[in-house]
């Protein structure tokens, strides 16, 4: 399996300002995502990055608003900018495991960066 | 990618055996169904995965039938521990788009 940490676990923001959350594995993988869960509700998928690309955003996504780096196999940043209330959720990012990792095509998510915009 | 509908939420108590059953009518012939668990305050974790009839781990089993238009994921004798959110998906294992795309999940309550 993949141990995945993320850096800060929760944090309180002022409105207008921007937060960058650190994505941290320990294995060398292709493909890592970032997902946004409001609360009480399901996962939401906000981007695909792969190292040495840009990143693939979903509707509602835009990269201005949600910057994505990908420097290396292990490590990815999601920037959430100019943030509001309604930004705040719990994002977590998550990497696919197959092959050496998982005999199935899973993925392993981070613990989640628990966000609170005032 | 299919659609998953399963219910919003369940109630149990300790040692009882909890089957959750997810359908996808629209599931293509590429597509495994694999299921999901989340405790608060943590990312999913993987449970299970099959294609088609059944699969046991030391965790669940998963009972797939002929049609593949609906899965049952059976928790054998849950304990409070098992109280969490669990979610089903369905989507092909193999290459193309591999981001998963959640449901609402099933919020299990587990009672003493």
């Known amino acids: 399996s993949a141990v995945i940490s993320q850096k800060p676990s929760r944090d309180i923001c002022q409105r207008g300002t921007s937060l960058t959350i650190q994505c941290q594995v320990d294995?060398?993988?292709?493909?890592m995502f970032w997902y946004r869960q409001q609360p009480g509700q399901s996962l939401t998928l906000i981007a695909t990055?792969?190292?040495?690309?840009?990143?693939?955003?979903e509707s509602g996504f835009v990269i201005d608003k949600f910057p994505i780096s990908r420097p290396n196999l292990t490590f990815s940043t999601l920037t959430v900018s100019n943030m509001s209330p309604e930004d705040s959720s719990i994002y977590l990012c998550?990497?696919?495991?197959?092959?050496?990792?998982?005999?199935?095509?899973?993925?392993?998510f981070g613990p989640g960066t628990r966000l609170t915009v005032l | 990618l299919a659609k998953t509908t399963q219910p919003i939420s369940m109630d149990s108590y300790e040692g009882q055996e909890v089957n959750i059953t997810c359908s996808h009518n629209?599931?293509?012939?590429?597509?495994?169904i694999t299921w999901y668990q989340q405790f608060p305050s943590q990312g999913p974790r993987f449970i299970i995965q099959?294609?088609?009839t059944k699969v046991t781990n030391e965790v669940a089993s998963l009972f797939i039938p002929a049609d593949r238009k609906s899965s049952t994921l059976s928790l054998p004798r849950v304990s409070l521990s098992d109280t969490a959110v669990y979610y089903c998906?369905?989507?092909?294992?193999?290459?193309?788009?591999?981001?998963?795309?959640f449901g609402s999940g099933t919020r299990l309550q587990v009672q003493p």
């Open positions: 990055a792969n190292q040495g690309s840009e990143a693939t955003y």
């Open positions: 629209n599931i293509a012939t590429n597509d495994y």
């Open positions: 099959g294609y088609k």
């Open positions: 998550s990497v696919e495991a197959s092959g050496l990792l998982s005999s199935y095509n899973e993925q392993f």
């Open positions: 294995s060398q993988v292709t493909m």
């Open positions: 998906l369905v989507g092909d294992r193999g290459g193309g788009r591999r981001a998963l795309t």
